[in-house]
């Protein structure tokens, strides 16, 4: 059988480099931020568990845990497995608990230990006899009808958007380096072949090498690494039209979300399939077939192939293996129309060493979130030097803390800070700098 490269790997820039850490020199405001942040997690109490079916037992991947009432908030791994931090001085606060298709699920937080939290989710369930939909004998044929649709359903002009971009890199639960940005996306339609371009409008970022040790990871592919999985968009890197067929495709239990009934849909690879493919769950509008969100993960059949489809450098003394890669993306409506909204990419790597007893993990998150949009009725597109790479690396290109007239005072910045939070302030620094006639954004 002729071995080939999955498409979200040859293609996206899911990539991480790996190599011999040259001296570097720190900047003084990186470390500062590192050291408030080591100072912070000190008045933190941590809860860790995890999230799961309650009928199944299985694990819930990107299931949302949120502390009521603020925005201290995380999600789960590809294990369902999840870890919050809470001020101490919080006491009398409830823990929301919510996944897709499931019912929420309110915990009081003097109830949580610690660790070993586990939380079991019920899902929301409808009974589809009750509705007056037409029920697809195929699940197969009903992804593909969603795939054949995106020129009904989504976006058909030209978009001009905003958004906010987040990318961090851990040793095993340590923050090492995060990078902040917003960018420009000018979105072109759903059915366009021409690619999305992408704008780099304020950037910046915190890293801590002492903690590197000798290996420094690096994401390459920046906010593309978000962008790239809008599945409606770009469908050649999950579904191609010869590789579709080569998956499972099954009706889940249906549900209702915002008042519309969704059908979900299980896919995995056929057994007979040996190279690295995708199992996850697609949610489809019932009434228009309607991708409303999807999330997935990378099956690691063989580790080797897996790590060929993302590591370009390494040391030589070192093997580097993926052990989680899992993505999400969630659609927005806006008049009928539909439009990539928000998605996120976690990896972890394990890095084996020749005669050593003790390995190293890393794991990389990358999420972006569309804070604003606006047709593009001129056509605007930026000039290829104006565009960033969908090689960029954004610990490279982020430019530190120089423009604190941007940043204003969150110029240090907070790990542990939900996305919703951190794109409240984006929203309004943008606002301002548009007021004051800085440079500008759709």
Do not use: C
């Amino acid at each position: 059988m002729k071995q080939r490269v999955t498409p979200v790997a040859s293609k996206i820039a899911v990539v991480a480099l790996i190599w011999l850490l040259a001296l570097v020199s720190i900047p003084i405001q990186d470390l500062h931020a590192f050291q408030v942040d080591q100072q912070q997690e000190m008045s933190y109490t941590q809860y860790k568990g995890e999230v799961l079916d309650s009928q199944t037992n299985n694990p819930l991947v990107f299931a949302n845990i949120a502390l009521e009432g603020s925005n201290i908030s995380t999600v789960t791994n590809t294990e369902g497995k999840f870890l919050l931090k809470v001020p101490e001085n919080t006491s009398n606060a409830n823990v929301l608990v919510s996944f897709l298709g499931y019912k929420t699920k309110i915990i009081p937080l003097n109830q949580m230990r610690a660790n070993k939290n586990k939380i079991e989710l019920d899902v929301s369930v409808t009974r589809l006899a009750e509705v007056n939909v037409t029920i697809p004998k195929s699940a197969e044929k009903l992804v593909r009808q969603t795939l054949d649709r995106k020129g009904e359903n989504y976006f058909n002009d030209a978009t001009l958007m905003t958004a906010f971009y987040r990318e961090t890199i851990k040793k095993r639960k340590r923050n090492i380096s995060l990078s902040e940005a917003v960018v420009n996306i000018y979105k072109t339609p759903y059915t366009s072949s021409k690619r999305d371009a992408v704008q780099l409008f304020k950037a910046r970022k915190s890293t801590d090498y002492s903690k590197l040790d000798t290996v420094a990871l690096k994401l390459q592919g920046g906010p593309f690494n978000a962008l790239y999985v809008d599945i409606m968009k770009y469908p050649e890197y999950i579904f191609t039209s010869d590789r579709i067929s080569e998956y499972r495709f099954t009706f889940d239990r249906s549900t209702r979300i915002n008042d519309k009934l969704i059908y979900v849909v299980n896919f995995e690879q056929l057994p007979e399939i040996t190279e690295p493919l995708y199992r996850g769950k697609l949610f489809i509008d019932a009434d228009k077939k309607i991708l409303t969100s999807a999330i997935y993960s990378l099956n690691i059949t063989d580790k080797y192939k897996a790590s060929k489809m993302f590591v370009r450098r390494k040391p030589k003394n070192a093997k580097v293996f993926p052990n989680e890669v899992a993505y999400r993306v969630d659609y927005r409506e806006k008049d009928g129309r539909w439009y990539y909204g928000y998605s996120n990419v976690l990896l972890e790597f394990k890095v084996d060493w020749d005669r050593k007893l003790f390995n190293s993990v890393y794991s990389m998150t990358a999420e972006m979130a569309v804070t604003d949009w606006e047709k593009n009725t001129k056509g605007n597109f930026p000039k290829s030097k104006e565009r960033i790479k969908s090689t960029i690396i954004m610990s490279d290109e982020a430019l530190g803390f120089s423009d604190p007239d941007f940043w204003g005072e969150y110029n240090i910045i907070e790990p542990e800070k939900s996305i919703e939070s951190a794109i409240k302030k984006i929203q309004r620094q943008l606002k301002r700098s548009r007021t004051d006639g800085g440079a500008s954004a759709p």
